[in-house]
Nanobody
Framework: QVQLVESGGGTVQPGGSLRLSCETS????????MSWYRQAPGKEREWVAQ????????KYTDSVQGRFTISRDNTKNTVYLQMNNLKPEDTAVYYC????????????WGQGTQVTVSS
């Protein structure tokens, strides 16, 4: 059974930092691209960042470039999202997603973790 479990969300003031984690089980982690998405109230889910499994190529959406850092630990089957200089517009439920880097197969999603940036 595949599981993705996010943690690390919370409430912070503008300019603060949080580190999200997404621990996986049931997949061969190093073969999967890991992504973070977020969904703000009343808005569609949007892609935030991703890190490939084999060559660890990293990409970010423009609004978080320079503030967020995605990383992975293949020994712990975990992907991280370090979020610095948080802004109120970063408030959302953050989800991680896994999909195979090569070949076909289903996407897997976590249950989400709430991030609230407010003074």
């Amino acid at each position: 059974q595949v599981q993705l479990v996010e943690s690390g969300g919370g409430t912070v003031q503008p300019g603060g930092s949080l580190r999200l984690s997404c621990e996986t089980s049931g997949i061969t982690f190093r073969y999967y691209v890991m992504s973070w998405y977020r969904q703000a109230p009343g808005k569609e889910r949007e892609w935030v960042a991703q890190i490939a499994g084999v060559r660890t190529t990293i990409k970010y959406t423009d609004s978080v470039q320079g503030r967020f850092t995605i990383s992975r630990d293949n020994t712990k089957n975990t992907v991280y999202l370090q979020m610095n200089n948080l802004k109120p517009e970063d408030t959302a439920v953050y989800y991680c997603k896994a999909y195979r880097e090569y070949g076909s197969g289903p996407d897997y999603w976590g249950q989400g973790t709430q991030v609230t940036v407010s003074s």
